[in-house]
């Protein structure tokens, strides 16, 4: 109701004759908005969709943006930890685990959270000033250095695509940039405080703002499924207060476009607490409660295959959503190919288990084992060396009858490859042979490996060396071997991903040799820095046909016309999921926080109600 309120009040205004209207979306809807929009009677030069990342591209080229190179998770990753390394005489409450790699990605976290939240470290370190003396302030104290220290080391040449926002107010203010022009704002249910600021400096310029909000009357303070949205909403009005600017009088749109009367009675009562009238289904609506994930997903696969069979869909009018697609994805996959059914998976896939990433973190835990067999073999098994699997399993099994390991690998071998036989055969004399020149195709590399690492000075030589090792064993070209393998099986999206897992590896390492230049760092540094990467990046696939069931989880998908969808693992607990707990910042600290006027998120009752 609400997004087609939106189009059709930019219809009238255009038969108005109003031109410069904007209407600002989420990233993911904005195909969808660009698609009903160039369905719409209205000139193109008249009328944009924009996101927010897309609006402040706009403004930086209106009026100049900052041209330095920009980092992501990962380039944040490298430039924390190096932070961390700087300045670790001076952290003392999280001393223990300062290094650890999970307390690296938990200071980026929260780093992105104070960011999107507009807080910025002298924020940070005013509010530790007011707090009672104890754990609280000692901690804030620290992550508002660690914070101001990050910042430091980026803008000494990069920037930080979270900052895009509140570079884009800086320059706002006092232009005349949204004058004359009619703003939209659809299909949000809550607006960071960065946005917020973004929104203020629209709605003081702007000819007329419309923004429109998934909730019921503003000003109820209940805890409910609305609850953070009315804070939206009252926000909101704040801003118009305070700016001096009239706030019309809410339009509340109560009829439901999208459902039939049992879907539209569901949505409507589902979390009201009391029991549901529900008129007559007609089959739209099906429960069936499943022993197994298993059952679940093969009930959904079946009922799939009959309304396509039967009742004339087409695969893509289906959609499949989940919690979290991807605790469900290896069911699926088994599932749904065995019922023929086409689908894609719309899921992030962790690049740590890639084949590349785990032969990269064994190739280094080799030379930092001095030859371990175990990671030697972890690494051959990767199907990135020049052996074949024949070769890896003869060798294996030498190693494991005479128990080969660590110094050994660079003697040649001279035990009866048969066992505990009494003397040399002409046979084993040639495996002997063949074994030890497999040997030495296996360890002379790892040897040169060695060699370039204790060279190393930094981490720019420790990537060049782990690079140059890779290059050696011609990874890429086993690596699209691999790829094709997969291919020709007919997994086409495996296939992409461990394809392109080759530019993800590259580009980490240009990253840490780009943004890690100076300084000492022995090899145990780099190898926690390069894991915590690969724990930390992940890889979208793209869809490999048009005729597809989609599956997604919640919080990404957004079908457009759906004619069916199936919701797997509607658990209490799990669909809704409890508030999210874990991080540097526990809920209790949050509230204490909020107490000292600092705008953190509150994951308690308003995570529950968003949830």
């Known amino acids: 109701a609400n997004s087609m309120r939106i189009l059709d009040q930019i219809c009238e205004n255009a038969r108005a004759g109003v031109a410069g209207q904007i209407l600002i979306v989420p990233e993911q809807f904005s195909f969808e908005s660009e698609r009903a929009a160039a369905e719409m009677p209205v000139k193109s030069e008249d009328f944009e969709v924009l996101s927010f990342s897309r609006l402040c591209d706009l403004v930086f080229k209106t009026y100049g943006g900052v041209s330095t190179e920009t980092i992501d998770d990962a380039g944040r990753t490298v430039f924390m930890a190096a932070t961390v390394d700087q300045l670790s005489d001076g952290i003392l409450a999280y001393k223990k685990i300062l290094k650890h790699p999970d307390f690296i990605k938990s200071m980026v976290a929260t780093v992105k959270e104070f960011k999107n939240c507009a807080i910025s470290p002298e924020m940070l370190k005013s509010a530790a000033a007011s707090l009672p003396d104890g754990s609280l302030k000692r901690r804030i104290s620290e992550i508002s250095l660690l914070y101001q220290g990050y910042d430091a080391l ?45 929104i203020k400096r629209i709605i003081v310029s702007a000819d007329k703002v419309y923004i429109t909000l998934p909730c019921d009357e503003m000003d109820n303070s209940n805890p409910d499924i609305f609850f953070s949205v009315r804070q939206t909403a009252r926000s909101l ?69 009959r309304l396509v069979r039967k009742e004339g869909y087409r695969f893509r009018e289906i959609s499949v959503i989940a919690k979290n697609a991807e605790e469900y994805a290896p069911v699926i996959e088994t599932v749904f190919s065995r019922h023929g059914i086409p689908f894609f998976i719309d899921a992030r896939r962790p690049v740590s288990g890639q084949p590349l990433m785990i032969a990269v973190r064994a190739a280094l835990e080799t030379v930092i084992s001095g030859f371990s067999t175990e990671k030697l073999l972890t690494f051959l098994k990767c199907g990135l060396s020049e052996l074949s699997e024949e070769e890896i399993f003869q060798v294996e099994n030498y190693c494991f009858l005479w128990k080969i390991d660590r110094g050994e690998w660079k003697k040649p071998f001279s035990k009866n490859p048969r066992g505990m036989e009494e003397g040399l055969e002409e046979r084993d004399k040639k495996e002997l042979e063949r074994l030890n020149f497999l040997r030495e195709k296996i360890i002379n590399p790892f040897i040169k490996f060695r060699e370039d690492i204790k060279d190393a000075s930094c981490f720019k030589d ?30 086409l999206e495996t296939a992409d991903l461990t394809e392109r897992s080759w530019d993800v590896l590259v580009c980490a390492l240009d990253k840490i040799a780009l943004l890690c230049q100076g300084g000492k760092n022995d090899l145990m540094s780099f190898y926690s820095l390069l894991s915590n990467l690969f724990s930390l990046l992940d890889m979208g696939a793209s869809p490999k046909g048009i005729d597809q069931v989609n599956v997604g989880s919640a919080s990404r998908t957004r079908p457009a016309q759906p004619r069916a969808v199936f919701i797997l693992g509607a658990n209490d607990g799990v669909f809704p999921g409890l508030s999210a707990q874990g991080g540097l910042l526990s809920d209790a600290d949050r509230a204490k926080l909020l107490e000292a006027n600092l705008p953190v998120n509150d994951r308690s009752a308003k995570g529950l109600c968003e949830e």
């Open 462 to 491: 420790y990537a060049a060396a782990t690079f140059s090792f890779l290059c050696a064993q011609k990874a890429d070209l086993h690596l699209s071997e691999l790829a094709n393998d997969f291919g020709q099986k007919g997994d």
């Open 154 to 198: 980026v803008s000494e040449g990069f920037s930080d695509p979270l900052d895009r926002i509140s570079r884009a107010c800086k320059l706002l203010d006092g232009k005349d940039f949204f004058k004359g022009k009619t703003v939209f704002l659809d299909a949000f249910k809550g607006f960071t405080q960065q946005q917020l600021e973004l």
């Open 237 to 305: 009005r704040r801003i118009c207060l305070e700016e001096n600017v009239e706030f019309a009088e809410p339009e509340e749109l109560s009829e439901n476009h999208r459902h039939l009367p049992p879907l539209k009675a569901m949505e409507s009562n589902i979390f009201a607490g009391h029991d549901m009238k529900i008129p007559p289904a007609e089959d739209c609506i099906t429960l069936y409660s499943a022993d197994k994930r298993y059952d679940e997903v093969d009930f959904a696969a079946s009922e799939i295959s």
